[in-house]
């Protein structure tokens, strides 16, 4: 049990000791810190913040917190309750607000959550930002409004229907050649708002839903990061109904995974691969994914004649480098599409849409689609980290084992060989360094995986 304060937001367990992990009073602390940031850097009478939240269990009362924290500070709420990241990163502009907030974990498993923070833009905030507000919070420099000048709560409860509206007039979302395939769709939302937003988003573009764990009541049927090993039950159904594909999202729908017709996973490297292949056969342009997103990205890149950049892993740091090199279209490895058209975010919604439009315009099934795209394995492990490690020191010594070979280090150690990678890393949310590797078959991605992992564990003494 711990709580990560980073500078993209805080993130912890619920219970326990203040300061050790997500309690009330660190939420109200983070939430202070936040509002007085604001308040601190933009000169008006009255701020508006927006906030939403997933279906955890823990989401009505840190929601609750938050907003009671920012009326405190004379800062007026936007209410959207149960909500995406997505969602919350749209309504910021659209609102004219100053800033917001997601209740959410991500893919993290119940007893987490977490305040996501946003700028004026609906989009992450800056490293700088995020350390001056970790300073504020730590420093307590708070000043609460006196009883006239509280802020007020307007609640917004139909912002995922707007959400849906908006992506379905983009020029590249074809409603009507979706709805002439009269596709069969499984849809697994984890018992969060994924299983709201994206069956109703299905269902105006023409598509029959087949409901898996859609109710949101945050009680996960299984660990919510879409990884294979914890989506047997989607998998097995898709057969069942003979369905199209499935759609797996985690609890605040900003990762998307697909399985494939046959039950097996499309991969989540290669939702961002398939959908920025539509994309860029209609509007050709430049690319970026992160460090540890899989090559094939690269590869469809260069076939549409655009050009690819990788960026150190987060989603701001993605979209900084998609601003910097007019990128029509970006993400992470890990399902997240980012489509600068909407917004710059990880958008399950968008990535939906695109994927069916694609596959309308296709004579092929999912799997099929699947084939048809350069073939790479990837092998993500991590190892568990104690306060005796040094991972700093770990991360230099590899890089110096193979300094012969292609290596970055904006972001832990990526080693590029000929045909494959591996890239070393410490999370930004959990207490772990990630090992990536990818290669031209699995069983390569998995040896070089276990041939990195002890080379780590022999160096810190494991």
């Known amino acids: 049990m711990t709580l990560i304060k980073s500078i993209s937001g805080i993130r912890g367990t619920i219970g326990g000791i203040v300061g050790d992990n997500l309690t009330p009073v660190d939420a109200v602390k983070f939430a202070s810190a936040y509002g007085t940031f604001l308040k601190n850097n933009i ?10 939240r997933d279906a955890r269990i823990s989401g009505p009362m840190i929601h609750n917190l938050v907003v009671n924290t920012l009326i405190g500070l004379g800062i007026d709420v936007i209410d959207l309750g149960l909500s995406t990241t997505p969602t919350v990163e749209i309504a910021v502009p659209l609102e004219k607000a100053d800033g917001g907030i997601i209740l959410t974990a991500s893919h993290n498993p119940k007893q987490w959550n977490a305040l996501k923070l946003l700028n004026a833009k609906g989009e992450f905030l800056s490293g700088a930002d995020g350390a001056v507000i970790l300073e504020i919070a730590e420093s307590e420099a708070f000043v609460f409004s006196e009883v006239d000048d509280l802020g007020t709560i307007t609640p917004i409860t139909n912002y995922m229907d707007k959400h849906i ?7 590249l979302v074809d409603v009507d050649a979706v709805k002439v395939k009269k596709f069969k769709v499984v849809v697994d939302g984890v018992n969060s708002s994924g299983g709201i ?40 159904l898709v057969v069942e109904e003979k369905a199209d594909f499935g759609i797996v999202v985690d609890p605040d729908v900003d990762r998307l995974a697909f399985i494939s017709n046959d039950g097996e996973m499309f991969g989540e490297e290669y939702t961002l691969v398939a959908v ?17 997103s899989s090559r094939a990205l690269r590869d469809i890149t260069e076939k549409h004649n655009g050009s690819y950049k990788a960026s150190a892993v987060g989603e701001v740091n993605v979209v900084e480098m998609m601003k910097a090199t007019n990128a029509v279209i970006g993400g992470e490895g890990n399902g997240g599409i980012i489509y600068p058209e909407t917004h710059y975010g990880r958008d399950s919604l968008v990535g939906v849409a695109l994927f069916l439009t694609h596959l309308a315009n296709m004579d092929l099934t999912v799997a099929e689609l699947r084939a048809s795209y350069p073939q790479y394995f990837m092998s993500k492990n991590k190892i568990e980290l104690t306060p005796s490690i040094d991972v700093d020191l770990i991360l230099e010594k590899m890089a110096e084992k193979y300094a012969n070979e292609e290596i970055t280090t904006i972001d832990g150690v990526k080693i590029d060989f000929a045909e494959n990678w591996a890239h070393l890393r410490k999370s930004n949310t959990e207490p772990i360094i990630r090992i990536y590797t990818e290669a031209k078959t699995q069983e390569l991605a998995d040896a070089l995986a276990l041939k990195v992992i002890a080379e780590i564990k022999e160096i810190a003494g494991l």
């Open 276 to 292: 920025a292949d539509y994309v860029l056969s209609k509007t050709p342009g430049n690319t970026v994914s992160n460090m540890s």
């Open 165 to 171: 509206d908006e992506i379905l007039n983009l020029k």
């Open 197 to 236: 937003v994206i069956p109703d988003l299905l269902e105006k573009m023409g598509v029959e839903v087949v409901k898996l764990y859609c109710e949101p009541n945050g009680h996960f049927p299984h660990n919510p990061e879409p990884l294979k090993e914890h989506l047997g039950d989607i998998c097995k």
């Open 43 to 52: 000169s008006k009478d009255k701020l508006k913040v927006v906030i939403g």
